[in-house]
């Protein structure tokens, strides 16, 4: 009689998974400027939140103006 050699303990190999690593829970985003003069904040939003838009300064044009989240 054979022996199955998958019953055998020497030819068993032992495997560990290993799990993924959790996103970061924020990102880091970069605001640009709607005026159209390149510049730009950088700021952290949650990852489950929409695109941020938000009303600041911005020094080139000397006044508030809308700034939308661009990519990175």
Do not use: C, W
């Amino acid at each position: 009689m054979v022996a199955n050699p998958l019953l055998n303990p020497k030819k068993i190999k032992l495997v560990e998974a290993m799990s993924k690593k959790a996103k970061a829970r924020t990102l880091v985003v970069r605001l640009i400027s709607t005026a159209g003069t390149g510049f730009t904040y950088q700021t952290t939003r949650r990852r489950t939140l929409p695109k941020l838009q938000l009303r600041k300064y911005d020094p080139v044009v000397n006044q508030h103006v809308l700034f939308i989240e661009g990519k990175k």
